[in-house]
C-alpha cells in the first residue's frame, strides 16, 4: 500500500502474555505497574513527564487485556520502546500479586492508517467511553436520535483527533463518513460508576486492530477490531 497524504505507514509493536488470564478492568493495573517499572524511560509509558505534568497528546503506549490476555500496544516511538523493553518483562506485579512471565509474544509491523476509498466495519473490543462529565451531562438531557447524533459526532472528532496526533493530515475534501450502532453500558472506573458503550462502527478509515478510541485508552478503552469487510 502506497502511502498518500490522507494515509500513512506507522511502526506498531503489540506484546501479549498468553499464559496469564485477567480481567478485562485490569487493564489500569497494567499501566500502573509497567508505567511504575520503566518509569525512567520515558513519559510515554505512563502520560507524565518527570515533574509530574500530564502528557497532553493521544497515548503512544497502551495497555488493555483483550480476550482475558493482557496486552500491550505501541505506536511510533511507543513501538520502539516496547521492543527495546521487552526483553526486561519477567513478571507481573498487580495490587502485591506476582505473576510470573513464562510465555509473551511481541509483534512488530507498519500498519495502514488514514482515510479509504471504501467503507471498514470495526467493532469495540473494550467498552467506548465516549464522553467526558461535561458532555455526558448534554448527552443525558438529549432525546433519543439526538443522542445517536452526538455520539457520530463525538467518534467523527476523536477519530480526526488521532490522526492528527499521529502527524496524519487530510485534505480539504477528506470528510469522514460514519455510522455507528452502540448500546449504552455502565463501568467502574476509579470507583465511579461510568457510561460506556459497546458496538460497533462503520467508516471509510483505515484503523489498525488494538487502536484505542476516545477517553481512557491508555488503560484499556475504546480497543478496536476490524471485521471481515
Do not use: C
Not at 506507522?10 to 505497574?33: C, M, N, Q, S
Not at 499521529?166 to 450502532?181: H, K, Q, V
Request: net charge positive.
Amino acid at each position: 500500500m502506497t502511502p498518500t497524504l490522507s494515509q500513512t505507514l506507522l511502526p506498531l509493536t503489540t506484546v501479549t502474555f498468553p499464559e496469564i488470564a485477567l480481567r478485562t478492568r485490569d487493564g489500569h493495573k497494567l499501566r500502573g505497574y509497567f508505567g511504575e517499572l520503566f518509569r525512567e524511560h520515558s513519559p510515554m509509558l505512563h502520560n507524565h513527564y518527570e515533574d509530574g505534568s500530564l502528557r497532553y497528546a493521544y497515548p503512544l503506549v497502551q495497555y488493555k487485556v483483550l480476550r482475558k490476555v493482557p496486552t500491550l500496544v505501541g505506536l511510533q516511538d511507543g513501538a520502539a520502546l516496547l521492543a527495546r523493553l521487552f526483553l526486561q518483562m519477567r513478571e507481573l506485579d498487580l495490587d502485591g500479586q506476582r505473576i510470573p512471565v513464562l510465555s509473551k509474544h511481541i509483534r512488530h509491523e507498519q500498519v495502514a492508517i488514514g482515510m479509504s476509498d471504501d467503507l471498514h466495519q470495526y467493532r469495540f473490543e473494550t467498552l467506548w467511553m465516549a464522553l467526558n462529565q461535561d458532555n455526558y451531562r448534554d448527552y443525558r438531557d438529549r432525546n433519543e436520535a439526538d443522542r445517536k447524533a452526538q455520539l457520530k459526532r463525538v467518534l467523527t472528532n476523536q477519530i480526526l483527533m488521532v490522526f492528527k496526533d499521529l502527524g496524519l493530515w487530510l485534505e480539504p475534501t477528506d470528510r469522514i463518513m460514519l455510522t455507528l450502532s452502540v448500546q449504552e453500558r455502565t463501568t467502574q472506573f476509579k470507583n465511579q460508576t461510568m457510561v460506556a458503550f459497546a458496538g460497533a462502527f462503520t467508516a471509510n478509515v483505515i484503523l489498525p486492530d488494538g487502536l484505542g478510541l476516545g477517553k481512557q485508552v491508555a488503560r484499556g478503552f475504546g480497543s478496536i477490531e476490524r471485521m471481515s469487510d
